[in-house]
């Protein structure tokens, strides 16, 4: 039986280098706050206000390192105060996704793409993955106990010697299974 | 195999008299805005604000008629913006739930307790309970499909002739399923 910690996303964006500069300036660093789950990954100290047709959502945090794509990601509750549909995707997998408006400190920009409801995922190394028999790009099924018992569907597996084991959910997902970042799961 | 149509719970608050007197004055009368899925049940005209030590969510519906006791159901991504703790519980099981601060046109009061995230339940008639072997306040699983297919575990069934079939849920429960109102999900 695999138990897996919960690591629950708060409502975030990754920047491109360009981006970055349009929304903070073209002299702006990314400042790190703190490390997160995942080797090399910090929040930033930089935000930025994210705007739909029929809302405003102010000081979403940035995520670094810089990626290659600018990605928002946000909760449906959130999708629904900004009057958006984002789709259900898996990091990186932008088109198609929703548009959002950004603005920030030195500049605003237009994403035409780049929103998303994260796809839930499991993080592991090729070790754990091998003991358990997955492999990448594999969907799962965890559960957890509770108030709020659940089994998790459609948890795709991502696997990579970079990886710490993590369940990665938003927080209506966690919200829905009373769920706490520390918590753990069992994969099904 | 049953299947179940969703109904989607918006954050509500469900007043006993005197509380909605002294909220809107002791001459108004609760206005039906709109039935609801459940006979005898409606959206009234009438909203207040609520009031947690951390922030306010303003406009939250009352629903009608009246009830014994005032209550507050609440998704947890409502109560973390609030601040408070509200805990899983059936309808009117509210000894220990979580205090609030109520703003209304006419005046404001403070319930010590009174605010639940509602257990997540089905509304049944009694002939179909039957038929699928279901005594009232069994616990039941119900899944849905999709690319956040779930299974919901900890399903309360609630039996009365006066009941319409309907899997109750909030608004991050949806969300962590794609779910809305009239979709439907599967007893397990």
Redesign the interface.
Known sequence: MLEIPVGVSNRHIHLCQEDFEALFGADSELSKAKDLGQPGQFAAEEKVDICGPKGTIKGVRVLGPFRGHSQVEI???DA?KLGISP??RDSGNLAGSAPITLNGPAGSLQLKEGVILA??HIHMTPDLAKQYRLTDGQMVSVSCD?????????VLVRISPAYSLEFHID???A????LNSGDVVTLE
């Open positions: 909760s449906r509750t629904f789709p259900v796809q839930r509770g108030p709020r018992a659940l089994t998790f569907h459609q927080t209506d997902e919200n829905s299974a009373m």
